[in-house]
């Protein structure tokens, strides 16, 4: 493992390297010296010389990848992603509404070179109902840039970075509630490549695992509201390479000629699961373990982390279909988690049989169980007022702050304040509802307009009182308190009315 030790260069300065030459120091090899390797970087190395002129990225949606970059200098990249949201088929006849970058799950794959200067710029559609913001890996800085790109409906936020290290990196939405945020698909892959570029290879794909919650279980058609209750308990009802079932079979498979080298950039958005990342098949001839310089060889199933990710590297010799899987293996045939590479060209003696069967990842109808409701264990119904205040600001610190802030101030334009809220105070019943239920559509708070939606909380009966007691007791609010039989009998009154 030669490759991670070439660091004294990080002290040197850029300034003494004018050529637009790549490093001067770029020598990796394997212990026996014989081979350089599909990522040959150069350790953590800043000579990336000056940057020179500027273009705008070129940006894919999945299966595909832009072209390697030819560039043999770091540049101002400029890259203009945007989000939207929209509801499609997750599976056939079951909608899903989809929170994108770039309008695909997973999003946009964005390539750079090391050294290069992002301009980022992050739109978020007029037509999103949510804020939303980015969360690069590749980047080195407060949140991923998280911070600088919390982006509301119909605004674009800009932020710079330099991308100083190689390798393959997720990126995803980290507006609250982040799991909620990736769940519903916004998660992508950017490359950074090494300044001497990726080995060359016959064909690149872009291939990300994401695993999704909903209120029917697997197979259930109509529209399928995302469920908060099983992404908590991570009781996945899909597990998808590429945003839904059957995005890579059929005419839709991969495609390869016999003798070709293909090349994976796998990602994991996650948010939950970690991938058992296999071809049935075929054995990596090179893994780029974690999407870093360690390269490993002669892999059978590589693990891909939730956010994280996976470069791997084969030939394929005989001509069949491969199949893509997740190997706990229950993903593939009842969850979703099935893509196929179709490798074309003369036969062999070992023809793989490709007995495929489109029909084998459909119907199955997982055993998914149904996840009881929020635990009702039995609480003292006579709670005071101060235990109550303070059972109530630690739940609301859990559940609430992320979105309408620790004083109840919310955030113009994306979440409504809870402080002297007018909407709030005016109406206990409807309040306890949406802290039963969420909510959504057009309200009016203080004078202001939001149209946006509010999840489900998970929350017990008793919090439920607490946090609701806080809320109508804090920052200038003033209520009585909200006991445990309040909150039961609303809750039966939504069980009968529905
Ligand atoms: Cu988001």
Redesign the pocket.
């Known amino acids: 493992m030669g490759s991670l030790v070439l660091t004294s260069a990080l002290t040197a300065s850029q300034a003494t390297l004018g050529g637009g030459e790549g490093p001067a120091v770029n020598i990796t090899a394997s212990n026996d010296g014989s081979e350089i390797l599909p990522l040959s970087t150069t350790g953590y190395d800043n000579n990336w010389g000056p940057i020179i002129g500027e273009e705008n990225a070129v940006l894919t949606s999945p299966p595909f990848v832009p072209a390697p970059i030819t560039r043999n200098h770091a540049t101002k990249l400029i890259v203009d992603l945007e989000?939207l949201e929209f509801t499609a088929p997750i599976a056939d006849g079951v909608d899903y509404t989809f929170?994108t970058y770039g309008g695909t799950v997973p999003g946009s794959f964005i390539r750079t070179r090391v050294g290069d200067v992002v301009e980022f710029n992050l739109h978020n559609d007029p037509s999103s109902k949510?804020p939303?913001?980015i969360d690069l890996h590749a980047v080195t800085g407060p949140g991923g840039g998280a911070a600088s790109s919390f982006t509301t409906p119909g605004h674009t936020s800009q932020f710079s970075f330099q991308v100083t290290n190689p390798g393959l990196y997720v990126y995803h939405?980290a507006?609250a509630p982040v799991g909620m945020?990736i769940a519903n698909g916004?998660y992508g892959l950017i490359l950074v490549e090494p300044a001497k570029g990726l080995e060359p290879v016959d064909k690149e794909y872009y291939v990300m695992q994401g695993d999704f919650y909903t209120e029917g279980a697997y197979g259930e058609a109509g529209h399928q509201a995302f469920d908060m209750n099983k992404a908590i308990h991570e009781d996945a009802d899909y597990v998808l390479f590429n945003g839904s079932v059957g995005s890579m079979v059929g005419d839709k498979a991969l495609t390869a000629e016999v003798g070709e080298t293909v090349r994976l950039f796998v990602g994991n958005g996650g948010p939950n699961l970690v991938s058992s990342f296999h071809v049935i098949g075929e054995i990596f001839d090179k893994v780029n373990v974690e999407g870093g310089s360690l390269v490993n060889e002669n892999v059978q199933t590589t693990l891909v982390p939730a956010g994280g990710s996976v470069i791997t590297q084969f030939k394929v010799d005989v001509p069949g279909t491969l199949i893509i899987v997740d190997h706990s293996i229950f993903r593939t045939f009842n969850k979703g988690a099935l893509g196929m590479l179709n490798v074309t060209g003369p036969e062999d003696l070992k023809v793989y049989s490709g007995k495929q069967d489109d029909r084998i990842y459909q119907g199955e109808g997982g055993a998914v169980q149904k996840v009881s409701t929020a635990g009702t264990n039995e609480i003292p119904a006579t709670r005071d007022m101060a235990k109550r205040m303070e059972l109530g600001k630690r739940g609301y610190e859990a559940n609430c702050m992320a979105c309408h802030q620790a004083n109840g101030a919310g955030i113009t334009g994306a979440f409504p304040p809870l402080a002297k809220s007018d909407y709030l105070m005016a109406d206990r019943d409807r309040a306890l509802n949406i802290m039963l239920k969420g909510l959504s559509g057009k309200i009016t708070v203080n004078g202001t307009d939001y149209d946006s939606v509010m999840p489900q909380m998970v929350m017990s009966d008793d919090d439920v009182a607490s946090v609701l007691t806080y809320v109508l007791n804090s920052w200038g609010n003033k209520a009585d308190k909200v006991t445990l039989s309040e909150v039961k009998a609303a809750k039966a009154k939504n069980a009968g009315g529905h």
Do not use: R
Request: net charge neutral.
């Open positions: 989000v929170w949510m939303h913001n939405c507006t945020h916004m």
